[in-house]
């Protein structure tokens, strides 16, 4: 049961340029969480933001939650080489147990 | 070093030959979970457990079985594999499970099934 849905599916910047990525999301949730999977790798978990939380930073990482759309969205600011990967929206909903994923956006960023 | 451990990293089997990629966590979580991730398809949740001794199926959990008879560790057992279980695993662990999802994941570094 798919619930987040990342946008876009692909982005490809310059080192230092602003990456955005967007996540939409159906029902009623918790709370949302981002995390970043470097090819093949295990998910490194990124950021949570609770439902009653808009905004929320973490180093070069900006999270806004707009819950009255449904969405979210990743900014990372300067971004270098290393932040090239998948990034992934998870949502806690209030009803279930588990978290679920999005299909991520693939971010790669050029020297 | 807080972890999620996985073995075997990669894994070529064939069918119907039952195997089982073992997981374990020192991080004292109560929460683990299977995922498998398919190209196209994201990330899916196999099973799950609130803690030991109590599992529950997640969204793909046919071809599979789990057991959690200590806390640190949630093995994934193919009795039957089948080409279709050719995938990317993850386990993965939080300080708790219960509504709503509250606490970060933790993931282990992957087991890549091939099943011919």
């Known amino acids: 049961s798919q619930q987040g849905e990342e946008d876009p599916q692909a982005l490809s910047i310059q080192e230092g340029e602003n990456a955005t990525m967007n996540c939409s999301y159906k029902?009623?949730?918790?709370?949302l969480q981002w995390y970043r999977q470097n090819s093949g790798r295990g998910l490194v978990h990124l950021i949570l933001?609770?439902?009653?939380?808009r905004e929320k930073h973490s180093g070069r990482l900006r999270v806004t939650l707009d819950t009255s759309k449904k969405s979210s969205s990743l900014l990372i600011t300067a971004s270098r080489a290393a932040d090239t990967a998948s990034y992934f929206c998870a949502t806690g909903s209030q009803a279930g147990t588990a978290l679920i994923f999005g299909k991520g956006t693939t971010l790669s960023v050029s020297s | 070093e807080a972890q999620v451990t996985q073995n075997p990293r990669y894994l070529i089997t064939v069918t119907g030959k039952k195997l089982t990629v073992t997981c374990s966590q020192n991080?004292?979580?109560?929460?683990m979970s299977w995922y498998r991730q398919d190209p196209g398809l994201g990330l899916r949740q196999i099973y799950y457990?609130?803690?030991?001794?109590?599992?529950d199926k997640g969204d793909v959990p046919e071809g599979y079985k789990v057991s959690r008879k200590e806390k640190r560790n949630f093995p994934l057992i193919l009795e039957s594999p089948s080409p279709n279980q050719t995938s990317l695993y993850f386990c993965a662990s939080s300080l708790s499970g219960g509504q709503g999802a509250r606490s970060p994941l933790h993931f282990g570094n992957g087991t890549r099934l091939t099943v011919t």
């Open positions: 991080m004292n979580h109560e929460y």
């Open positions: 933001i609770r439902s009653n939380e």
């Open positions: 457990s609130m803690n030991v001794e109590v599992t």
């Open positions: 029902t009623s949730i918790n709370n």
